[in-house]
């Protein structure tokens, strides 16, 4: 019998995302997925060992609602040699399900429902909608391509009376934008002046093309009101183990650690322990993956350069929004769905990243966390569009 009952208000909008539906069908005819940022890819050699060994000591137990002593210690070294954060192991680091984990647990232990936050648009899927699922009101901010720059003057007007928090992701998904120092000094001041929280996702952090990644949280007079997250998803291709942590003032990190403990208990035990052995691998590896990431850049830069796009390159990240002409498809949606059906590879559409859809209606993102000879094989199939007419005008491609 079928339950006749309402849903909550607060589901009744939600709906499975582009990247995972374009994903799916991807799947089914077996073609190539630049759609999500699943970073297939293998992860270190010492990272799945110390797992295992985990696994066959038997550490599977409920670890501490903070995450086990060793990670939050590494944490803290790490944040301090790599992000001029100094932060004590036992009451300002916490460990979460994933950086999601840590952003789910800072909304519900910092924001009310009805109150503001600020993002900047493009912006994360995932940050957006879990702001709304809590009753939010989320206020954008504009980045203009190609090089993502925002309005100072738009930026001030966005904080009003009832914003609360300020939402930072660098390097940031979808664009690759790296945020300046100057530009993360700014968005500080303002923060200070309206009393707001400031949320910086710094999960692709190690990934970047020259630019260098900062930490808003280093700054002293932003230091008692970030949250500073991160993870081992990306740097370690580990995107399923799920396993994240956060850095702030020891007040907030109190109330993030008990809702922490409320929705997920812990991270999985085990796998803990594999991201130790990640926070203590040499300089050599972080080097390695950014020439090995520089590479899969051009590379695919490159390829859409060649099939009438204009890339929009990151400065990091592993993903890419690039244009097409007006008249080539009606639109991004359209795009996805005709590159996919042509030539087997998966997209998103521009239009699902953006405050209005509007303004990404002629872009695509692709993500390159492949191997190299998968993302060889995915320009391959890119390249036959040169022979594709355009469905507006009819003129082909080359």
């Known amino acids: 019998m079928t339950?006749?009952?309402?849903?909550?208000?607060?589901?009744?909008?939600?709906?499975?995302?582009?990247?995972r539906r374009f994903s799916a069908i991807c799947a089914a005819m077996n073609g190539v997925n630049l759609s999500q940022g699943v970073c297939d890819q293998p992860a270190p050699q010492a990272v799945k060992q110390a797992a295992k060994?985990?696994?066959?000591?038997?550490?599977?137990?409920?670890?501490?609602?903070?995450?086990?002593?060793?990670?939050?210690?590494?944490?803290?070294r790490k944040m301090k040699t790599f992000n001029g954060l100094t932060c004590d192991p036992d009451r300002e680091v916490v460990v979460n399900v994933g950086s999601a984990g840590s952003f789910a647990c800072m909304v519900l232990a910092a924001l009310n429902p009805g109150d503001e936050c600020i993002t900047f648009s493009p912006f994360?899927?995932?940050?957006?909608?879990?702001?709304?699922?809590?009753?939010?009101?989320?206020?954008?901010v504009d980045l203009q391509p190609p090089d993502w720059t925002y309005d100072s003057a738009a930026l001030a007007a966005a904080f009003t009376e009832r914003t609360r928090m300020i939402v930072v992701t660098t390097p940031a998904n979808p664009s690759g934008k790296v945020f300046s120092?100057?530009?993360?000094?700014?968005?500080?001041?303002?923060?200070?002046?309206?009393?707001?929280?400031?949320?910086?996702?710094?999960?692709?952090?190690?990934?970047?093309y020259g630019a260098t990644h900062v930490s808003v949280g280093s700054f002293p007079e932003a230091r008692s009101r970030t949250?500073?997250?991160?993870?081992?998803?990306?740097?370690?291709?580990?995107?399923?183990?799920?396993?994240?942590?956060?850095?702030?003032?020891?007040a907030l990190i109190d109330r993030i650690a008990v809702v922490n403990d409320l929705l997920y208990i812990c991270a999985p035990?085990?796998?803990?322990?594999?991201?130790?052995?990640?926070?203590?691998?040499?300089?050599?590896?972080?080097?390695?993956?950014?020439?090995?990431?520089?590479?899969?850049?051009?590379?695919?830069?490159?390829?859409?350069?060649?099939?009438?796009?204009?890339?929009?390159?990151?400065e990091g990240s592993y993903y890419m929004l690039a244009a097409f002409e007006e008249g080539r498809w009606p639109g991004a949606v359209a795009a996805t769905e005709s590159i996919l059906q042509q030539v087997g590879v998966a997209t998103v559409p521009g239009s699902a990243f953006y405050r209005d859809p509007a303004d990404g209606d002629r872009q695509l993102r692709f993500c390159f966390a492949k191997e190299m000879p998968v993302l060889e094989e995915a320009c391959a199939r890119m390249r036959k569009l040169r022979s594709v007419t355009t469905v507006a005008s009819g003129v082909g491609v080359d």
């Not at 060994?53 to 501490?64: C, K, L, M, P, Q």
């Not at 500073?228 to 020891?250: D, H, I, L, N, Q």
Request: net charge neutral.
């Open 227 to 250: 949250l500073t997250m991160s993870g081992a998803s990306k740097t370690f291709a580990v995107t399923g183990w799920r396993v994240g942590y956060a850095v702030g003032p020891e």
């Open 269 to 314: 035990a085990p796998l803990q322990y594999g991201v130790v052995a990640g926070l203590n691998l040499p300089e050599s590896y972080y080097a390695q993956m950014r020439a090995d990431y520089l590479a899969k850049r051009d590379l695919l830069a490159d390829t859409l350069r060649d099939v009438g796009f204009e890339p929009f390159l990151p």
């Open 3 to 19: 339950v006749n009952r309402p849903f909550a208000e607060r589901v009744k909008a939600i709906k499975q995302s582009d990247i």
């Open 181 to 208: 120092q100057a530009e993360l000094k700014e968005i500080a001041a303002l923060a200070a002046r309206h009393n707001v929280w400031i949320a910086t996702d710094e999960i692709y952090e190690y990934i970047t």
């Open 124 to 140: 994360y899927s995932y940050h957006v909608n879990l702001l709304k699922l809590f009753g939010v009101t989320v206020k954008f």
């Open 53 to 76: 060994r985990a696994i066959d000591e038997d550490r599977a137990s409920y670890t501490n609602l903070r995450g086990i002593a060793e990670l939050r210690q590494a944490v803290a």
